[in-house]
């Protein structure tokens, strides 16, 4: 959503950072060039004065005090992170929990916001935690979707109440004040209400959310907002807040191509915190929203943590354990390991969005762009067709053995001899990360991500020497090896 915004930002910090010693001229014009690339991404102009001034003050008045070259530049580059994570909303906020069972949540929005997909994601979001929530279906006036609804919670194994058929028919307030009750005599410790929307804000919409908020007393109200409609969710956001009230934002279409502006609008002008994105259609396509991460993520600098924590959950911590013990005795890489790897990347969702999250993305946006997310099932398909034993020593898959493989895979033999190559360079660059030394072409920013990341890593006792790598006397295929 922020791609736009995001190459124009990078390129403004470019800029500054190419400079020997940055002058007030130059901050002067780097910030003509974020002003303008702010308004161009829809965000509302009140916001952008204050963010533009907020960066001016900060920025000049740490100038002098600052030595020339890099040093400058970073200085500025945090000064606009800290002041782009105020305009998203400061410091996180999670959901209050009622200090008597159950916690009521209440979604409000325009049809048509996501409401009910969003419902659904917040029960599993809560279940998985180890909550008892239930589903209430009080939208009775959009067409089937009570029956949207109770799909969406037995997808996601959350029961659903729904005494009305709804399509028109049914009292949203009874249904509501009920499943409360409802709630409470199963002793479920939260309740989350789906609301009926309209296509535009209206009287007979906010009359019959108040009424509901009025019946239930919810604990939180959460307004549910298309992250695409830009400046509209704004004063949408603001007729709902002065109408029925709400304590927090959830943006949902993460994923679209807009400009992005309500995310950077929306908890600065209605002083509510974004608690929540939904980032696609499926139900795992949600996270809880962290202003300082999608400030870094705006900048260019990926969103590491929480890339991190999707891999901590997707991956099994004994199989973690296991190949970090082989990493530190110096044991290799083999293709058992590489497909418990791929398996377990496969429960992280689309390659492509874990791909944005890595500092630099921006630069690969057309390769990002390209990536066929069916690579990872077929590259499965190939290592399972092997035996374990040609997982654990793939130097002995001769020709003929490698036919096989491509036959049980549905794929060609030219496909099994690509992925046993990568692997071997993968090995290799294994072993070169493991013996302390940064792998030959791997980019600045992966190296110094992968630095970091292994800093807590055993390393083996001794040594480390440094050995030579041997480059091939055939012309082609040492261009071939530079090349990968």
Not at 82 to 92: F, M, R
Not at 135 to 142: F, G, I, N, T
């Amino acid at each position: 959503m922020f791609d736009s915004l995001t190459t124009k930002l990078g390129g403004v910090l470019g800029s500054l950072r190419s400079r020997g010693k940055i002058s007030p001229s130059d901050i002067e014009g780097a910030l003509v060039e974020i002003h303008e690339a702010l308004l161009d991404a829809d965000v509302a102009l009140s916001v952008v004065n204050e963010f533009i001034e907020t960066v001016r003050v900060q920025a000049l008045e740490a100038l002098p005090n600052l030595q020339s070259g890099t040093n400058q530049a970073q200085a500025i580059f945090e000064i606009i992170n800290s002041a782009l994570t105020e305009i998203l909303g400061g410091n996180a906020r999670r959901v209050r929990f009622a200090k008597q069972p159950p916690t009521i949540i209440m979604l409000a929005g325009l049809q048509g916001a996501g409401k009910t997909t969003l419902a659904g994601k917040l029960a599993k979001y809560f279940a998985d935690q180890g909550n008892t929530p239930i589903l209430v279906a009080s939208d009775l006036q959009r067409p089937n979707a009570v029956t949207q609804l109770q799909v969406v919670g037995e997808s996601v194994g959350v029961p659903v109440f729904a005494p009305e058929p709804g399509n028109g028919v049914g009292d949203a307030v009874k249904v509501a004040k009920e499943g409360v009750a409802f709630a409470k005599a199963k002793q479920h410790n939260m309740v989350i209400v789906d609301t009926a929307g309209r296509l535009g804000v209206d009287a007979t919409l906010m009359k019959e959310a108040i009424a509901i908020r009025d019946a239930i007393n919810p604990t939180e109200i959460l307004f549910v907002v298309d992250a695409m409609i830009g400046q509209d969710a704004v004063r949408t956001a603001q007729a709902f807040l002065d109408g029925v009230g709400f304590d927090g934002v959830v943006l949902t279409k993460m994923d679209g191509d807009a400009r992005g502006g309500a995310a950077l609008s929306i908890a600065h002008m209605t002083k509510r915190p974004i608690m929540f994105a939904s980032t696609g259609e499926k139900i795992s396509d949600f996270d809880i929203f962290y202003p300082e991460r999608m400030a870094s993520r705006i900048l260019g600098m990926g969103d590491v943590a929480t890339l991190a924590e999707q891999a901590k959950k997707a991956f099994d911590p004994a199989s973690s354990a296991k190949l970090e013990s082989k990493f530190a005795s110096g044991e290799d890489f083999t293709l058992e390991d590489f497909l418990e790897q791929l398996q377990a990347m496969s429960k992280m969702g689309s390659m492509s969005k874990m791909l944005s999250m890595l500092p630099g993305a921006g630069q690969m946006k057309k390769q990002i762009e390209n990536f066929d997310e069916g690579e990872i099932t077929r590259t499965q398909a190939i290592v399972q067709s092997m035996t374990p034993t040609e997982r654990r020593d793939p130097k002995i898959l001769n020709g003929s053995r490698r036919i096989r493989i491509a036959n049980g895979a549905g794929r060609t033999v030219k496909e099994v001899n690509s992925l046993v190559e990568r692997f071997t360079q993968a090995q290799k660059m294994m072993r070169q990360m493991r013996n302390g030394g940064t792998p030959a072409g791997m980019p600045a920013g992966m190296a110094k991500m992968g630095s970091s990341m292994g800093a807590g890593m055993p390393r083996p006792a001794g040594k480390v020497i440094q050995k030579k790598k041997s480059k091939s006397g055939n012309p082609a295929k040492r261009a071939q090896e530079e090349q990968a």
